[in-house]
């Protein structure tokens, strides 16, 4: 079977800490990935190339950059872009720098947005492979039609299914992998982004990989926004374990999760918000505002966000909402919580 995992605790994981790794810290996790075995390692600003003029990181993404091709030889390292947040100029300086792959997220309720960045990052030689934002806002036919821009795009790398809110099911994420395989399956690779809302991260990648996925992606202890990504170290032993060899020892994955990257985790248990997300498929970037919202109005959050389901609050009719909301009684009896919700990238 062939297929490669891609560590990316160096870039979504930073969303845990508020983007507080530093090019020090990059440069030295670079060594224990590579030394581990990860092909593919991506860097730098958890919301993307060019994010740090709306949220500063510890580091540029220039800085990241550089510790990075500092020390890796065999592995390749990318980071992530967003169309009208990235610009081709800092993309171009980036790959000079020896930046091997790019990855750039897209909306599902436009696909084509993004598609012109992707040619030109793979005209500077990157292999480029698209990230499908929250994929579950479509039903797998309307993604099948949507589908046919990227079809004939046989220059993209990889395409990518991602669970932005981590709550879809195992049937609905089989039926998207149905509608990726026969669409784009013959022409690039396909590949995963599962969050942890529900706790279904890990086992939609196993399933996605005997699926014939051949790009998963994970964290160490499953470091993230929200509720965190698939867990590296128990992806790796779930593979060893299914004999399917991909080159890393699940035991050394452990030992460098423990002592590298769980004393940075910033709080202990799950939010019961994070865990309604998923429930409600609803995205965590706009969790500051459903809590503001929330707080203004007196309702209930969890009913709140039930309402708004898989929209964002600008897109959702909160008038009406709010309205039934006090009617139904659903008002606010309790503190808010006080998790802190890093990013806020989708508009």
Same mark, same amino acid.
């Given at each position: 079977?062939?297929?490669?995992?891609?560590?990316?605790?160096?870039?979504?994981?930073?969303?845990?800490?508020?983007?507080?790794?530093?090019?020090?810290?990059?440069?030295?996790?670079?060594?224990?990935?590579?030394?581990?075995?990860?092909?593919?390692?991506?860097?730098?600003?958890?919301?993307?190339?060019?994010?740090?003029?709306?949220?500063?990181?510890?580091?540029?993404?220039?800085?990241?950059?550089?510790?990075?091709?500092?020390?890796?030889?065999?592995?390749?390292?990318?980071?992530?872009?967003? $169309?009208?947040?990235?610009?081709?100029?800092?993309?171009?300086?980036?790959?000079?720098?020896?930046?091997?792959?790019?990855?750039?997220?897209?909306?599902?309720?436009?696909?084509?947005?993004?598609?012109?960045?992707?040619?030109?990052?793979?005209?500077?030689?990157?292999?480029?492979?698209?990230?499908?934002?929250?994929?579950?806002?479509?039903? $797998?036919?309307?993604?099948?039609?949507?589908?046919?821009?990227?079809?004939?795009?046989?220059?993209?790398?990889?395409?990518?299914?991602?669970?932005?809110?981590?709550?879809?099911?195992?049937?609905?994420?089989?039926?998207?992998?149905?509608?990726?395989?026969?669409?784009?399956?013959?022409?690039?690779?396909?590949?995963?982004?599962?969050?942890?809302?529900?706790?279904?991260?890990?086992?939609?990648?196993?399933?996605?990989?005997?699926?014939?996925?051949?790009?998963?992606?994970?964290?160490?202890?499953?470091?993230?926004?929200?509720?965190?990504?698939?867990?590296?170290?128990?992806?790796?032993?779930?593979?060893?374990?299914? %004999?399917?060899?991909?080159?890393?020892?699940?035991?050394?994955?452990?030992?460098?999760? =423990?002592?590298?990257?769980? $004393?940075?985790?910033?709080?202990? %248990?799950?939010?019961?918000?994070?865990?309604?997300? %998923?429930?409600?498929?609803?995205?965590?970037?706009?969790?500051?505002?459903?809590?503001?919202?929330?707080?203004?109005?007196?309702?209930?959050?969890?009913?709140?966000?039930?309402?708004? %389901?898989?929209?964002?609050?600008?897109?959702?009719?909160?008038?009406?909402?709010?309205?039934?909301?006090?009617?139904?009684?659903?008002?606010?009896?309790?503190?808010?919580?006080?998790?802190?919700?890093?990013?806020? =990238?989708?508009?």
């Amino acid at each position: 079977m062939s297929m490669q995992l891609l560590e990316c605790t160096l870039r979504d994981g930073s969303y845990a800490i508020d983007f507080q790794f530093t090019d020090k810290f990059t440069e030295t996790f670079c060594v224990s990935l590579e030394l581990l075995g990860f092909p593919l390692i991506e860097i730098g600003h958890g919301m993307g190339i060019g994010a740090s003029k709306n949220r500063p990181a510890a580091s540029t993404d220039l800085e990241y950059a550089i510790a990075a091709s500092k020390v890796l030889k065999k592995s390749h390292w990318g980071m992530f872009a967003q $169309p009208g947040l990235s610009s081709l100029s800092d993309i171009r300086n980036l790959t000079e720098t020896g930046m091997r792959f790019i990855r750039i997220g897209v909306d599902i309720d436009d696909i084509t947005v993004g598609l012109d960045l992707a040619l030109a990052c793979h005209e500077l030689g990157l292999d480029v492979y698209i990230n499908l934002m929250k994929s579950y806002r479509s039903s $797998p036919s309307e993604l099948a039609d949507k589908l046919h821009i990227v079809k004939g795009c046989t220059w993209l790398a990889g395409f990518y299914l991602v669970d932005s809110a981590g709550g879809m099911l195992s049937s609905e994420i089989s039926q998207f992998a149905e509608v990726l395989k026969e669409t784009l399956g013959q022409n690039m690779s396909l590949g995963f982004h599962g969050h942890d809302n529900l706790g279904l991260a890990l086992s939609h990648s196993v399933d996605l990989i005997h699926r014939g996925f051949d790009l998963i992606d994970c964290t160490m202890q499953g470091l993230g926004r929200s509720s965190g990504n698939t867990n590296a170290e128990r992806l790796v032993a779930i593979l060893s374990r299914s %004999g399917i060899d991909v080159g890393i020892d699940p035991i050394e994955v452990m030992k460098i999760s =423990e002592s590298a990257v769980r $004393p940075l985790l910033p709080v202990a %248990g799950h939010s019961g918000l994070d865990t309604m997300a %998923g429930f409600a498929l609803f995205h965590t970037a706009y969790m500051d505002q459903l809590i503001e919202i929330a707080r203004y109005e007196r309702l209930d959050p969890y009913h709140l966000m039930r309402e708004i %389901g898989t929209a964002s609050p600008k897109e959702a009719n909160l008038e009406s909402i709010i309205q039934k909301l006090r009617n139904e009684n659903k008002f606010l009896t309790s503190a808010l919580p006080k998790d802190r919700y890093i990013g806020n =990238e989708q508009k």
